[in-house]
């Protein structure tokens, strides 16, 4: 019985990484179609949820790496946080395939 309540813990924990892993990447979706417009202010509040979304599942480096974001649209670095993006597409796909 006991065995069986965590298996359908470990399950749901799965499927709520999923949800939140596809939540991330809607969100560097939509910051790679605002770059284009150095619309930065939108970036900085992307940035933002992809960090509470981050640390919703215990994804350190994500989340860090969305603050660095949040800081460089801030400042007006609109390459560095690009930059950052990519290393949260890493981060991201390194842990799908951890699944």
């Known amino acids: 019985m006991l065995l069986r ?4 813990n470990s ?5 709520n990484l999923l949800e939140v892993l596809n939540e991330i990447e809607d969100d560097i979706i939509a ?3 605002v770059k284009e ?3 930065l202010m939108l970036i900085e509040n ?3 949820n992809i960090k509470v979304l981050a640390n919703d599942i215990d994804a350190e480096e994500i989340k860090d790496t969305a603050f660095k974001i949040e800081l460089a649209a801030r400042r007006g670095i609109l390459a560095k946080a690009i930059n950052y993006i990519e290393h949260i597409k ?3 796909n390194q842990l799908r395939v951890s699944q």
């Open 5 to 8: 309540e965590t298996e359908k």
């Open 46 to 48: 992307l940035a933002h």
């Open 11 to 15: 399950l749901h924990r799965k499927d």
């Open 37 to 39: 417009n150095d619309d």
């Open 90 to 92: 890493y981060e991201v």
């Open 31 to 33: 910051i790679n179609q």
